[in-house]
């Protein structure tokens, strides 16, 4: 892995996703999945290649559909309870990363917003980031 690294752990620190590089993406999930999964009201992500990330530490997966039925494994930690990373059969080469476990006020913001079809209506989003009412792709 080459550039910039960070660093998400879990609430504990027994679970450890280390990145390299800056991700290909970063983006905000309001589907009712999402906002059930974090106990917020909607998830932020951060989107690496597998080869930018390195995963430290024991994990249990919780596997689901997706709003649009394809499957999505996050792994949490089995300590804490902790969401750190996750995939899916969107895109088999890419981990996702919640930007909250990276605890960093300077993460880049993110570029797009999904799903805000059930976005909370006080819920708003920088003037650059692209809304879409379902996901894209």
Known sequence: MTGASRTA????GALVARTRGEPDGVAACNC?????RTGSVFGVNAYFSSGQVHIEGESKAFERRSQRGRRVTFHFCPSCGTSVYFTGEFAADIVGVPVGC?????????ERAVWTGTRH?????PAQCELFEEQKG
């Open 9 to 12: 752990s879990c609430a504990c």
């Open 32 to 36: 009712t999945q999402c906002q059930r």
């Open 102 to 110: 990276f605890a960093d006020p300077d993460f880049p913001p993110p």
């Open 121 to 125: 209506g006080w819920v708003e989003f």
